[in-house]
């Protein structure tokens, strides 16, 4: 059960590979899983200083990529989103069923040197241990100066920081990776959510055609999380919607001097997100998100944000798109390249010392 600090009330949200972090372990309710009418739009709203529970598992999976999930047998690349409300603490039971070193390392939340997920403080699973993470939130706060501190609201992510090295380097090549959300109260929630890693040359590691095809009604409120890792340079473009440089992507008024964006730089160790209204001001269709490096998108960092009608429906042309997608010779490299891309042992950077 979540434990309240202070009184109050909260709303769970959770999608299809989605948790608000909650005292039950594995809890996951469809938010949107099947193309019906679109599901009302809420305002977020949270009991205030929450201690929320949950448990992950780290479990090996095919073609030598590893995930986290929120049963056994559940793991996925990328691993689950994890959701809180600024105030809240989360408490991670990371259970590890793999064979080899790993951890969990947050990114834009508070935590002690304990759960910090690095060998540097200790921090870390070995083969068949479980271990407890507590990462911290907090609200922003007036100071002197009539200045503002900033509290932990934004779009983060989490991922390994041991396996392979004392970086981790091999876990996140291999998929231990995944979104983190901490929302402010009063933030809209969507209809659906997708998370998009560019990590090295793929896209949560698939090259094209054998990237995520992300699918919404006409209309739908859909969240985008993006992540970047590896060593190279991306780009984030996606075709036909726009959203605003913020924490939100949505304007908070006609004097918003947030810049209005379609693509934006995703480098390793980097994260944003943003909500935009499927199809508005375009209408239905198969509509791509890519890596706008040239040379990247060339040799598979594509995939296809499929728009259906308000109904559900296909709309007209969009059958023949992916067809096409699935079809074409995305680069010699990508021809070339197995569709799911898994690094070979010892990839990565230099050792410090050996996974145990």
């Known amino acids: ?32 899983t099947t193309l019906g009418p679109v599901v009302p739009r809420h305002a977020a709203s949270a009991q205030a ?16 990529l590893y995930g986290y999930g929120l049963a056994p047998g559940q793991a996925t690349v990328p691993g689950p989103i994890l959701e809180i409300y600024e105030g809240d603490t989360l408490e991670i039971t990371l259970v590890n069923n793999t064979d080899r070193r790993m951890s969990i390392h947050p990114h834009g939340v508070d935590y002690g040197v304990e759960s910090d997920g690095s060998p540097l403080n200790a921090s870390f699973n070995n083969p068949g241990e479980t271990r407890t993470y507590t990462w911290r939130s907090r609200e922003m706060t007036a100071t002197a100066g009539r200045r ?85 340079f991306h780009t984030f473009h996606l075709h036909a919607h726009r959203w605003a440089d913020n924490r939100t992507g949505m304007l908070e008024g ?15 160790g980097s994260s944003f997100g943003f909500q935009v209204l499927a199809g508005e001001g375009v209408g239905p269709g198969a509509w791509m998100y890519h890596c706008h490096v ?63």
Do not use: C
């Not at 200083?49 to 030598?64: F, S």
């Not at 209005?260 to 995703?266: A, I, P, R, S």
């Not at 992916?322 to 990565?348: K, L, M, N, T, Y």
């Open 1 to 32: 059960m979540d434990e309240p600090v202070q009184p109050g009330w909260f709303t769970r949200l959770v999608s299809r590979r989605a948790v608000l972090a909650t005292g039950t372990a594995g809890l996951a309710v469809p938010v949107a």
């Open 148 to 232: 503002l501190m900033p509290g932990n609201a934004g779009y983060w992510h989490y991922h390994d920081h041991a396996m392979g090295t004392d970086h981790g380097s091999l876990g996140i090549a291999r998929g231990l990776y995944g979104a983190l959300i901490v929302r402010r109260r009063g933030d809209i929630l969507p209809d659906k959510q997708f998370t998009v890693v560019f990590n090295e040359m793929t896209i949560n590691n698939r090259i094209a055609p054998h990237t995520p095809m992300f699918e919404a009604n006409l209309g739908q409120r859909v969240e985008w999380i993006a992540i970047g890792h590896g060593n190279q």
């Open 254 to 268: 006609p004097a918003d001097p947030s810049q209005v964006v379609d693509n934006k730089d995703l480098n390793p």
């Open 49 to 64: 200083g929450v201690v929320k529970r949950i448990t992950l598992y780290a479990e090996a999976l095919p073609d030598n």
């Open 294 to 356: 040239q040379s990247h998108s060339e040799t598979g960092m594509s995939g296809i944000f499929l728009v259906r009608n308000g109904d559900g429906t296909m709309p007209p042309g969009a059958q023949e798109a992916v067809d096409r997608f699935h079809g074409h010779d995305h680069g010699a490299a990508a021809a070339q390249a197995p569709p799911v891309h898994a690094p070979a042992e010892g990839d990565g950077q230099h050792q410090h010392s050996p996974s145990r």
